[in-house]
């Protein structure tokens, strides 16, 4: 990705989504330059995530709690927690599938995002809503669907690049909580990669300490993305 061949565009300052008393800011590559999908890997590479149709990385004046991680696949080996997850959902079936929009797709995110997300902004999510957020013309997506025999118990929404998989998002069934359906995707991702032979599992951005964000340093070894560019996190 050549920055005298892709413009670059900053939000405005909006509410942080994650610490409400905090204001962020966010590069955008334009969303209308061509061959997005090609630059996507490099994008990847330079720590920035994809939501809907836009490959954006927070860029905020006053804070840098957002760390761009990813998962070395060849050298990963579940810890015993993660070995127990995979035991616990040994019953359930992991397919690839087409990306995009059916009711039963839709009606789980649902669920899920009025148990996570109530009052967020996110809960009543339309059909228009989650083929918005979750999917784009020009993106390698798939969706692994985790069935309990005919059952949609979760999705992990997963883009396939050149240099890796990228984790995009994934909605599960919140009645569902004591399999560890969030962890068991990951770990499916991270076995999708070996098969594929494809190096890394980009997991978004890490934030030390969050309650909701912290849980990524679990997946080692992990690399994190500062100013001088990867490096492996220390134990």
């Known amino acids: 990705m050549r920055s005298d061949r892709v413009r670059l565009f900053q939000t405005l300052p909006h509410t942080c989504g994650y610490y409400a008393a905090r204001t962020a800011q966010n590069l955008v590559i334009d969303p209308a330059a061509p061959q997005l999908d090609k630059l996507y890997g490099s994008a990847l590479e330079r720590g920035f995530r994809r939501a809907g149709g836009h490959l954006y990385l927070p860029h905020c004046a006053q804070c840098r709690a957002c760390t761009p991680c990813r998962v070395d696949v060849a050298a990963f080996k579940p810890d015993r927690s993660q070995r127990r997850c995979l035991k616990r959902n040994a019953d359930l079936q992991v397919l690839e599938t087409s990306p995009g929009y059916t009711a039963e797709r839709h009606a789980l995110y649902q669920a899920y995002l009025r ?17 918005r957020f979750l999917t784009a013309p020009w993106s390698p997506t798939l969706f692994l669907e985790l069935r309990l025999a005919s059952r949609l118990l979760g999705v992990a929404v997963t883009d396939v690049c050149l240099n890796g998989l990228s ?17 068991f995707a990951i770990l499916q991702q991270l076995q999708l990669a070996a098969r594929r032979g494809l190096p890394w599992v980009y997991l978004g951005f890490w934030i030390e300490g969050h309650p909701k964000m912290d849980y990524k340093r679990r997946f080692r070894p992990l690399q994190i993305r500062g100013a001088e560019g990867w490096r492996y996190m220390a134990d």
């Open 115 to 131: 148990q996570r997300h109530a009052d967020g902004g996110m809960d009543e999510a339309d059909a228009a809503d989650f083929q």
């Open 167 to 183: 984790a995009v998002y994934t909605f599960f069934d919140p009645s569902e909580q004591a399999r560890g359906l969030g962890t």
